[in-house]
């Protein structure tokens, strides 16, 4: 077996695995099948394993083949990723910060936990918003500078992430004008009747809601939940219903969204991390969000 890899063998097997089978390869590739097989042929050849198997009148991966899959994804991604990181490289007065955002995070509460890295003044922020479990696989493979949720990195010891508190908030009750004097009168036990908007459960704080209503004695109206908070607040301003956010945005929900004050959701707080993939943060920008917690 030749354990010395060709990356232009490894490239077809990727583009037959993709385009599932050997003809739409070559047409992609604009190259003859014969071709496209041989390649793939000395590939099997240099692993010494097979990574296509027949099925019906194409082709299916092998076990071989689907692990030979994930390595090549990960390679091509980050060759797809080059021109990008070399252009930037040259723009020296450049501060690229690379952010990954939980879709459990309030979304209210973004800027102000970035609020440190925004005075940067050749700063370059990219934000990508996705679940949580995806973003520490990204943060692993190091697409990432750091991740904001609210939610520490489970522990596992195959990724070495390493989670830094950034804070945390009081939660109150917002209502639209339509819906404020019903809510106040009799709060908390008011939840009852009017209509409740609830972040769902990739949201941590919602077991805490929850488990908030429950020492209550309160079943809450739910009519709605909203994986972005941003989006509830939307609904809720809109007159859909009243609903739970942060303290610390109640000005600004006040005065953007025009809702009223409530009351507190007593003894629930929201916390929020930056998850990172050394206990040590290198990232200057990474350094500042923390710093100015500490401070």
């Given at each position: 077996?030749?354990?010395?890899?060709?990356?232009?063998?490894?490239?077809?097997?990727?583009?037959?695995?993709?385009?599932?089978?050997?003809?739409?390869?070559?047409?992609?590739?604009?190259?003859?099948?014969?071709?496209?097989?041989?390649?793939?042929?000395?590939?099997?050849?240099?692993?010494?394993h097979?990574?296509?198997?027949?099925?019906?009148?194409?082709?299916a991966?092998?076990?071989?083949?689907?692990?030979a899959?994930?390595?090549?994804?990960?390679?091509?991604?980050?060759?797809?990723?080059?021109?990008?990181?070399?252009?930037?490289?040259?723009?020296?007065?450049?501060?690229?910060?690379?952010v990954?955002?939980?879709?459990?995070?309030?979304?209210?509460?973004?800027?102000?936990?970035?609020?440190?890295?925004?005075?940067?003044?050749?700063?370059?922020?990219?934000?990508?918003?996705?679940?949580?479990?995806?973003?520490?696989?990204?943060?692993?493979?190091?697409?990432?500078?750091?991740?904001?949720a609210?939610r520490?990195?489970?522990?596992?010891?195959?990724?070495?992430?390493?989670?830094?508190?950034l804070?945390?908030?009081?939660?109150?009750?917002?209502?639209?004008?339509?819906?404020?004097?019903?809510?106040?009168?009799?709060?908390?036990?008011s939840?009852?009747?009017?209509?409740?908007?609830?972040?769902?459960?990739?949201?941590?704080?919602?077991?805490?809601?929850?488990?908030?209503?429950?020492?209550?004695?309160?079943?809450?109206?739910?009519v709605?939940?909203?994986?972005?908070?941003?989006?509830?607040?939307?609904?809720?301003?809109?007159?859909?219903?009243?609903?739970p956010?942060?303290?610390?945005?109640?000005?600004?929900?006040?005065?953007?969204?025009?809702?009223?004050?409530?009351?507190?959701?007593?003894?629930?707080?929201?916390?929020?991390?930056?998850?990172?993939?050394?206990?040590?943060?290198?990232?200057?920008?990474?350094?500042?969000?923390?710093?100015?917690?500490a401070?």
């Amino acid at each position: 077996m030749n354990t010395e890899l060709n990356y232009k063998h490894l490239y077809y097997f990727w583009v037959t695995a993709k385009e599932g089978g050997m003809s739409h390869a070559a047409e992609r590739l604009g190259l003859a099948v014969q071709t496209v097989s041989a390649q793939v042929r000395l590939l099997e050849q240099s692993l010494g394993h097979a990574l296509f198997k027949p099925a019906g009148r194409g082709l299916a991966l092998t076990e071989a083949g689907q692990a030979a899959l994930q390595v090549a994804e990960q390679i091509f991604h980050l060759g797809e990723q080059l021109p990008a990181a070399v252009r930037d490289a040259t723009r020296v007065s450049e501060v690229r910060l690379v952010v990954g955002i939980s879709d459990g995070l309030p979304k209210l509460a973004v800027r102000d936990l970035l609020e440190p890295a925004l005075a940067e003044p050749n700063l370059r922020l990219q934000c990508h918003e996705d679940e949580f479990d995806d973003l520490l696989a990204d943060l692993a493979l190091h697409r990432l500078d750091v991740v904001l949720a609210d939610r520490p990195a489970p522990a596992n010891p195959n990724l070495r992430l390493y989670s830094h508190a950034l804070g945390s908030s009081a939660l109150g009750w917002y209502a639209p004008k339509a819906w404020l004097a019903q809510a106040r009168e009799d709060f908390p036990n008011s939840l009852a009747t009017v209509p409740v908007l609830l972040p769902t459960a990739h949201a941590s704080v919602r077991l805490r809601i929850d488990q908030w209503f429950e020492r209550h004695g309160v079943l809450p109206r739910v009519v709605g939940e909203f994986e972005d908070s941003a989006l509830l607040a939307t609904f809720g301003s809109s007159g859909m219903g009243v609903f739970p956010a942060s303290e610390g945005m109640r000005d600004r929900l006040l005065a953007a969204y025009g809702l009223e004050w409530i009351g507190p959701c007593d003894g629930v707080r929201e916390h929020f991390y930056a998850i990172g993939t050394a206990r040590k943060v290198q990232h200057p920008l990474v350094q500042r969000l923390l710093s100015a917690t500490a401070g």
